[in-house]
């Protein structure tokens, strides 16, 4: 390491980085998590600092596997914890290359990837629960596993698809009681038959703490030769923003069951057994609408998903969030929070013109709420706005697997 002025120091180890991340073709920035390569660098001496330099690779990312792989050696150390769920998902999507398959729709960055299959449009997604982290000891594990399943379900609801076939891995110590697992595939079975799932095949495999992943593939409905999918990416300048439900019960209910509060309380109910909004995609997908997505990370980031793939900003209304008696009775002084940042609602956003998502409503049965519009802007977020059209912030939009968060267990 260098020891010297801190500013000369700063400046030989930028240079150093440079000369090693060699191929950088837009330059450098220091907000890693927003681009496609980051290192991180210090400067020995008494002011230590730390830094990250990150490079933007360009479009044809293959091109750059050696300066990648220049950049992770040079790189001492650096934790999923300091990139985040989304930025790890960016960087890891870079190592499979650019080259697609011509029958592949849509790949990595929607809730299900899809894919033609001769006539058919296949889709497919993935989701865990891992004890300690998705639920808390004590849960009933009918609960466990229908949400276990539920969760998947309503990403094929976000697509406007229709779930079919499911794979179940499960990790499982070895100590773990049978009846667990009894009441576990009770719940799944549960779910499974709601929702018109077959489980078809799965896993099992030893591990030091119980997880559940769910593999679901379904199929979306075709109209002449092309899919009616509900995608991020389609959201139009002018569209409006509509939700379904009433958000934050979910992350209420996990407040509450920290509290010891029981399995009857309604808040609770929201938490351990989420409802998927099959229907409601169903019939947006059919009636026009082309872009939704489902609220398992909280309102405000996953409407920011649909701002990023769309390239758009979002203005919510704070006072349009559709909040529950039940939540606002709870916690009056933190309910537009919880609904706007709380996560694991598994209510359908849906984004387009207000008669094509009205009328998907009324033929779906689901009541859905206004909140806001998609704009050309700065930046491509959701934002929430007061009656006098300021933002209201929150520090934080949402969950992020890999960063602190109030979630867990
Ligand atoms: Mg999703």
New binding site residues.
């Given amino acids: 390491m260098v020891a010297c002025h801190p500013d000369g120091a700063h400046a030989l180890q930028v240079l150093n980085a440079l000369l090693r991340l060699w191929a950088v073709p837009h330059g450098v920035s220091q907000a890693p998590d927003t681009i496609d390569r980051a290192t991180r660098f210090g400067v020995a001496d008494d002011r230590l600092q730390c830094r990250q330099v990150a490079v933007d690779v360009g479009d044809d990312e293959g091109a750059h596997l050696p300066s990648i792989a220049e950049a992770r050696s040079y790189n001492a150390h650096m934790d999923v914890s300091d990139i985040g769920e989304f930025g790890l998902i960016k960087r890891l999507t870079a190592f499979l290359g650019p080259r697609k398959p011509d029958n592949l729709v849509l790949g990595i960055g929607d809730?299900a990837a899809v894919w033609r299959e001769g006539d058919a449009y296949l889709v497919a997604t993935t989701d865990t629960l891992v004890a300690g982290v998705h639920f808390l000891a004590g849960t009933p594990w009918a609960d466990v596993g229908w949400k276990a399943l539920a969760t998947n379900v309503?990403?094929i609801a976000?697509m406007g698809a229709e779930p079919a076939f499911a794979l179940v891995t499960l990790s499982v110590p070895p100590e773990t009681p049978v009846e667990d697992l009894d009441g576990l595939y009770t719940g799944l079975r549960e779910c499974a038959t709601a929702y018109g799932v077959t489980i078809a095949g799965g896993d099992v495999v030893r591990a030091n703490q119980f997880s559940v992943a769910v593999t679901l593939i379904g199929r979306a409905r075709v109209a002449g030769s092309q899919p009616l999918l509900l995608r991020r990416g389609a959201a139009l300048a002018g569209d409006l923003i509509a939700v379904s439900g009433t958000l934050g019960n979910a992350a209420a209910g996990l407040r509450r069951l920290r509290g010891g509060a029981g399995q009857d309380d309604a808040l609770v109910g929201a938490q351990l057994r989420p409802h998927p909004r099959l229907a409601l995609g169903r019939e947006a997908a059919l009636a026009g609408v082309s872009c939704g997505?489902?609220i398992?990370d909280g309102l405000l980031q996953d409407v920011g998903h649909i701002c990023e793939m769309s390239c758009l900003m979002a203005l919510v209304k704070a006072q349009a969030v559709p909040i529950s008696d039940a939540l606002r009775s709870a916690y009056p002084d933190d309910a537009l929070r919880l609904a706007c940042t709380g996560g694991e609602d598994y209510e359908l956003v849906l984004v387009g013109g207000r008669d094509l998502i009205e009328r998907a409503a009324a033929s779906s049965g689901v009541a859905v709420t206004f909140i806001g519009e998609m704009v050309d802007g700065p930046d491509r977020r959701a934002r929430l706005l007061n009656d006098s059209g300021k933002e209201i912030e929150f520090g934080a939009e949402g969950w992020d697997h890999l960063r602190a968060s109030e979630r867990g267990a």
């Fill in positions: 809730d309503s990403d976000a997505i489902d398992s």
